[in-house]
């Protein structure tokens, strides 16, 4: 199976900040990776799929890069609504598999 | 706008089955752009990918999972389910049903999750 090593685990940060997001993958996927943004209680939703492809009506101060085996999703200018864990997930082939999760808390 | 909702027994005893299943209204499954599949997620943790399921049958299973695992479609009730056997407290999470794409998998739709306590 691919392993996803997402970093950091908890991010501390202020509104206004730009913040980064890193998955490693433990082998070659190409450009086949997703973010996802959950909130306590909710299920996740989808913020960027295909590495850098912003779904529809989300933000564009969200942005994916990255292909082969790493990947960053970036926040510009942080909001409110944008503390959340993040979760980078694979679908390079079936057996999907997600990152540990990232906390981006208020500082 | 598609909506999915998950119902199913909310507590199972150790060693039996679980099953859940989900409803699928403001679409169908038998959408030739996409899957049908379910994650679960311990209470405070990760996601974890259960399986996919296509309107033709066609199944993708987690290999960890895949010996106590079924996951099956009724087109004519536009519902698909889960079913796990053998279950330990270990499958004590909240599963989400969910939707993604045959050509692009992000995952765009998800149930609102249900806990499901595996305990005697």
């Known amino acids: 199976d691919i392993q996803m090593t997402q970093s950091p685990s908890t991010l501390s940060a202020s509104v206004g900040d730009r913040i980064s997001i890193t998955c490693r993958a433990s082998q070659s996927i190409d450009r086949w990776v997703a973010w996802y943004q959950q909130k306590p209680g909710k299920a996740p939703k989808i913020v960027i799929s295909d590495a850098s492809n912003l779904e529809r009506g989300v933000p564009s101060r969200f942005s994916g890069s990255g292909s082969g085996r790493e990947f960053t999703l970036t926040i510009n200018s942080l909001q409110p609504d944008d503390f959340a864990t993040y979760y980078c997930?694979?679908?390079?082939?079936?057996?999907?598999?997600f990152g540990q999760g990232t906390k981006v808390e208020v500082k | 706008q598609v909506q999915l909702q998950e119902s199913g027994p909310r507590f199972v005893k150790p060693s039996q089955t679980l099953s859940l299943t989900c409803s699928v209204s403001g679409g169908s499954v038998m959408s030739e752009s996409y899957y049908w599949g379910w994650i679960r997620q311990p209470p405070g943790k990760g996601l974890e990918w259960i399986g996919s399921i296509y309107y033709s049958g066609t199944t993708y299973y987690n290999p960890s999972l895949k010996s106590r695992l079924t996951i099956s479609v009724d087109t004519s009730k536009n519902q698909f389910s889960l079913r796990l056997t053998s279950v330990t407290a270990a499958d004590t999470t909240v599963y989400y049903c969910?939707?993604?794409?045959?050509?692009?998998?992000?995952?765009?739709?998800w149930g609102l999750g249900t806990l499901v306590t595996v305990s005697s």
């Open positions: 997930q694979q679908y390079n082939s079936y057996f999907w598999t």
């Open positions: 969910m939707r993604h794409g045959k050509y692009t998998p992000g995952i765009d739709s």
